[in-house]
Nanobody
Framework: QVQLIESGGGLVQAGGSLRLSCAAS????????MGWFRQAPGKERDFVAG????????RYADSVKGRFTISRDNAKNTMYLQMNSLKPEDTAVYYC??????????????????WGQGTQVTVSS
């Protein structure tokens, strides 16, 4: 069993920054990867970034490359998403999730088994 708790969301002006955290408990050390997804009102939940838990290899959606940075602290079982140069279109609920197995960091929701409750990020123009 894995529990994921996101934090760090909030309201920020365009161009600002936020850092999201995802604290994990349970068998995270055996997970292949972890990822961040986001869901805006009326839209599907989309992949944002992912990281291999053992090696730290990362993958990003094109829309956030160069602005967002994903990282993890294995000792603290915590994953982070540093979000810079935020835009109004980044407004969404952000979720973290675990990918139990795989050959590469997946962008598909169905490849992830445990999910956090989400944290709201609102970027004002």
């Amino acid at each position: 069993q894995v529990q994921l708790i996101e934090s760090g969301g909030g309201l920020v002006q365009a161009g600002g920054s936020l850092r999201l955290s995802c604290a994990a408990s349970g068998r995270t050390s055996s997970s292949y990867a972890m990822g961040w997804f986001r869901q805006a009102p009326g839209k599907e939940r989309d992949f944002v970034a992912g990281i291999k838990w053992s090696s730290g290899t990362t993958r990003y959606a094109d829309s956030v490359k160069g602005r967002f940075t994903i990282s993890r602290d294995n000792a603290k079982n915590t994953m982070y998403l540093q979000m810079n140069s935020l835009k109004p279109e980044d407004t969404a609920v952000y979720y973290c999730a675990t990918q139990p197995t795989g050959l590469w960091i997946s962008t598909q929701l169905e490849k992830y088994d445990y999910w956090g409750q989400g944290t709201q990020v609102t970027v004002s123009s």
